[in-house]
Antibody, heavy 120, light 111 residues
Framework: EVQLVQSGAEVKQPGESLKISCQGL????????IGWVRQRPGKGLEWMGI????????RYDPSFQGRVTISADRSISTAYLQWSRLEASDIAMYYC?????????????WGQGALVTVSS | QSALTQPASVSGSPGQSITISCTGT?????????VSWYQQHPGKVPRLIIY???DRPSGVSNRFSGSKSGNTAFLTISGLQAADEADYYC???????????FGGGTKVTVL
């Protein structure tokens, strides 16, 4: 059974760094694209970026390029999303999702989400 | 402002059919067969219900169907049920500026 298991909720202060994780279980982690989607409170889904763990090919939406880093460690089947300096505007639920095809256009499995709160 | 345009809300009575539109451009919806639809109940994780414009993953009811005409994709829910009350998001591959874009979401209300 395919599962994406995300790390827990985080509460951070503005300016702090953060790295959240997403472990892929029940499939060959290296050969499926995996990525991140943001959902701010009461708002819609926003595509952030993706990574192909086998070769670490990474793509970002321009809105997130330079603000976050997506990475993956195939040895432990885990993808990451990290910030070097959090801002209040980063408050959101963050979902990881697996892409079903080699052309990454469809997210077939989703993690349970990780709520990030930024507050002084 | 979302890259793909969806109506904010659509409503219908139980048993009726409703259709949600998702309008993009020739760089995304109109140019490729890579439109997906996701259902999200309040406080829950999004769930894939349509991919490749009109294909359904196993386990998804055949009451959900997808289509496309020009730059606009459509999700039709037939035989509307109370359990269909949720937010629905379209997404499409895009070959300019970014890789994938979402619509703003449509809230479906069952009257």
């Amino acid at each position: 059974e395919v599962q994406l298991v995300q790390s827990g909720a985080e509460v951070k202060q503005p300016g702090e760094s953060l790295k959240i994780s997403c472990q892929g279980l029940g499939y060959d982690f290296a050969t499926y694209w995996i990525g991140w989607v943001r959902q701010r409170p009461g708002k819609g889904l926003e595509w952030m970026g993706i990574i192909y763990p086998a070769d670490r090919d990474t793509r970002y939406d321009p809105s997130f390029q330079g603000r976050v880093t997506i990475s993956a460690d195939r040895s432990i089947s885990t993808a990451y999303l990290q910030w070097s300096r959090l801002e209040a505007s980063d408050i959101a639920m963050y979902y990881c999702a697996r892409y079903r095809d080699i052309v990454p256009t469809t997210m077939d499995y989703w993690g349970q989400g990780a709520l990030v709160t930024v507050s002084s | 402002q979302s890259a793909l345009t969806q109506p904010a809300s659509v409503s219908g009575s139980p048993g009726q059919s409703i259709t949600i539109s998702c309008t993009g451009t020739s760089y995304d919806v109109g140019g490729y067969k890579y439109v997906s639809w996701y259902q999200q109940h309040p406080g829950k994780v999004p769930r894939l219900i349509i991919y490749g414009v009109s294909d359904r993953p196993s386990g998804v009811s055949n009451r959900f169907s997808g289509s496309k005409s020009g730059n606009t994709a459509f999700l039709t829910i037939s035989g509307l049920q109370a359990a269909d009350e949720a937010d629905y998001y379209c997404s499409s591959y895009r070959n300019r500026d970014t890789h994938l874009v979402f619509g703003g979401g449509t809230k479906v209300t069952v009257l």
